[in-house]
Structures are given as structure tokens and as C-alpha cells.
């Protein structure tokens, strides 16, 4: 069973317009379609953040530790929709400052967990993270 | 809206025996319930694992890196299901042996994704780590 194209379309769009407000530093943006019980698996510690509040102090974090211009680039994704629940599975692109000072790119993974919510798609979870090392 | 009771049923059996599987080192048991495209992101790398075979190699590393008995412990679980799409959030246990020689507890995250496909729920995408520190 193949996923529904206008709920593919609606996600693809609204995880763009996420990743454009990320690099426009536009918390409205970065939370114009999350729960308020948003569960959040970010890079850095804590193992887990609950609630809008923790998931939005995430990102307070994040903009402190990338250079500008803020990097944060789809590099492929991959959308599976239901009509009531879709998951997004991503490889994402940011970017660091070595020691070195020298500005890196740096590659992570991301999955996306959606409900549909009164006809529109909202994110219940994100899961950030970059291979163990 | 809520998650039909009989899928959550469904998958939470479906997790939980595969998590079993895996402390048992029953790789039937662990591959039982994927689908041929799995795409894995593990805690060490690749960034990405495609495909059954590659999903079956990252149990070969994890199995040489594992003390016995082996630990793969559900802390917590939840589960979003639709009629078709479902996804579940996870906060795991492992552990591992430090350069002390003493095993330790180590906490990670999982999501897994989910599509019924001919009436059975199949696992798509699993996304296992750890912080970066």
C-alpha cells in the first residue's frame, strides 16, 4: 500500500518550512505545527525532552553551538503516511566549528513521528542523532 | 483522537518480542516482523544501514560488542497507531563493559516505524542512539 499523495505533499511541505525556519532562527516557525506534548531525542544530552517548553530550550541550545549562516539541510527524506499517523525518516546536513576554528559539515539522522489532529498533521516526536563514535 | 486498542495490542507484542529475540540472540525472532527496504539508523556508525542484510549485520556488531547475558531492556514505550502507519518512542537499556572490565548500564533511545502491510503490522525503520558527548 503505497501512502496518501495529498498527506505526502502536506508533510514534505510542512518538514521544508521547519528546516527553513530553523536556519531563519524562527521559533515561531520551528513550533508552528508540534504537540504540546512533543517528545523530543535530541544530539546533545538529556536522554529525552518532554513538552513544547524542553523541546523549544533544544534549539536555544542548538543556535549556541552553530556557526552562522545556520546550516540545516535536508540531504534525502522519505515520507510513510497513513491517513491518521506518518512517520519522516531524513539525512540532514548541519555544520561545526573544529578546534581548528575551521567551519565542517557535520552529518546526522533524523526520524519525525506525525498524528493528523482536527485535518491537520502535527509532530508528536523528532529523533535527532549522529552515529556513536 | 486515539490510537485503535487492537493495533497498540498488536505492536506492543510485536516490540516486545522482539526486544526478547534480541536478548536471546534469535535472529529469526528479531527479523521476523521487517520489511525487505528496512533502513536502519544504529547507534555506531554507518550514518545509515539499507536493506534486510545490512539490518542483520548491525546484530552481528551489536552481538560482538555485548556482554552476556545480554541486556535490551524496555524502560518505557509508547505507542502512535493509526489504521495503516504507526510509529513507537522508546527509552532502552544495554550495557556495556568499560575499560575497567565492569559492566555498566547503558540508556539509548529508539523509534521505530511501522505500515500494516496484508493485515500485519511490519517494522520499516529503526533509529537506536545515544547522546553525543
Redesign the interface.
Known sequence: ?S?PKADVVVIRELIDNWAKAVRAKDFAGILAHHSQDM?M????????SKGIEAYRKTWDLFFSAQPEPIAFDIQQM?I????????V?A?MQCAEIEKSRERIKL?F?L?V?L???DGQWVI??E?H?????
Chains 1, 2 share one sequence.
Open positions: 500500500m501512502s517528545l531525542f535530541d544530539v546533545p544530552p538529556p536522554l529525552e522519505n510513510v503516511a497513513g491517513a491518521e499517523v506518518a512517520f525518516t539525512l552529518d539522522r526520524t513521528g498524528r493528523k489532529i508528536l516526536h529523533h542523532s549522529v552515529p556513536a563514535t
